[in-house]
T-cell receptor
Framework: AQSVTQPDIHITVSEGASLELRCNYS??????LFWYVQSPGQGLQLLLK??????LVQGIKGFEAEFKRSQSSFNLRKPSVHWSDAAEYFC??????????????FGKGTKLSVKP | DGGITQSPKYLFRKEGQNVTLSCEQN?????MYWYRQDPGQGLRLIYY???????QKGDIAEGYSVSREKKESFPLTVTSAQKNPTAFYLC???????????????FGQGTRLTVV
């Protein structure tokens, strides 16, 4: 079965420090992968996506992610974190579900706190 | 502006009452989804609909019902059979690109339901 694991429930980084959020997936074929961000009490906003091609993908707000097939990983990175990046981050894989394509399987999320 | 509108943002209901959450989109998307979010649980799929007049159960459909009479609308009813309905509910939609396997989902701002 398809699944997504985000090993870190909560991460705290200092403002200006680099960030890496981990995501591992289980999927039988080439996955479609996504990272979303959620501010408290809000919906989810797409940060970036991987469908095919270059394994390093650029997203909004200075985020990037690298697809590593050999490690079944799609880690999210940012070289310098800003206080406004504090939020919850979700990794998701596009999956077949009950014969219908296009349903997303989400990880449980990583909450990012930023220290001044 | 195109987008997904969920209403209301906050909803309070007495135990044993049915309640309907609204989700409307003007993105001309074919597919629509309902997710439930609980702290530390990520997003869990309740129901989804790929086309009008058709919908499928997700992972946690028990105690919920939906309809898809119009492309733009996908209301969710939380029935009295749902044992623990207090949660944050998110609606999403996707464009079905028949030349590709998946596309990104767009999310509404969510409805927080509290049952007392």
């Amino acid at each position: 079965a398809q699944s997504v694991t985000q090993p870190d429930i909560h991460i705290t980084v200092s403002e200006g420090a680099s960030l890496e959020l981990r995501c591992n997936y289980s999927y039988g074929a080439t996955p479609y992968l996504f990272w979303y961000v959620q501010s408290p009490g809000q919906g989810l906003q797409l940060l970036l996506k991987y469908f095919s091609g270059d394994t390093l993908v650029q997203g909004i707000k200075g985020f990037e992610a690298e697809f590593k097939r050999s490690q079944s990983s799609f880690n999210l990175r940012k070289p310098s974190v800003h206080w406004s990046d504090a939020a919850e981050y979700f990794c998701a894989v596009g999956a077949f579900y009950g014969g219908s394509q296009g349903n997303l399987i989400f990880g449980k999320g990583t909450k990012l706190s930023v220290k001044p | 502006d195109g987008g997904i509108t969920q209403s209301p943002k906050y909803l309070f209901r007495k135990e044993g009452q049915n309640v309907t959450l609204s989700c409307e989109q003007n993105l001309n998307h074919d597919a629509m989804y309902w997710y439930r979010q609980d702290p530390g649980q990520g997003l869990r799929l309740i129901y989804y609909s790929q086309i009008v007049n058709d919908f499928q159960k997700g992972d946690i459909a028990e105690g919920y019902s939906v309809s898809r009479e119009k492309k733009e609308s996908f209301p969710l009813t939380v029935t009295s059979a749902q044992k623990n309905p207090t949660a944050f509910y998110l609606c999403a939609s996707k464009f079905r690109d028949r030349g590709r396997r998946d596309t990104e989902a767009f999310f509404g701002q969510g409805t927080r339901l509290t049952v007392v």
